[in-house]
């Protein structure tokens, strides 16, 4: 057994331990009355809505391009959100594998 592994294990293990408490957090968000309100309906359908709408108003240029930035807001959040639900869900896997080798290592250590 190396001291080092172990060690490595345990640093693999808070940090998917944070990533799972983002995730968790998320999840303690999304399920809130005010989320729902401000982020679902108020900014993932009314402004999304709105700012399809403004695409086909006679713009200039530079406003047309400020609309399409804040279209592509909308779908980057809603994307930033889904990959930190990804990636919690990544690091329980990956938490069980690391505590099951970190425990086999120790194990192999307290038997020499």
Known sequence: MSQNEVEELEIEIEVANKIRAMRDNCVTMMDSPAYKDIIEEGYFKEEAA??????????????????????????????????????GNDMD??????????????QEGANL
């Open 93 to 106: 896997r990956a938490v069980h594998e690391a505590e099951a080798t970190r425990e086999d290592l120790l």
């Open 50 to 87: 709105r700012l399809v709408m403004a695409k086909s108003a006679p713009l200039k240029p530079e406003q047309m391009q400020l609309i399409d930035n804040m279209i592509l807001g909308v779908g980057a959040l809603q994307n930033f959100l889904n990959s930190i639900m990804r990636r």
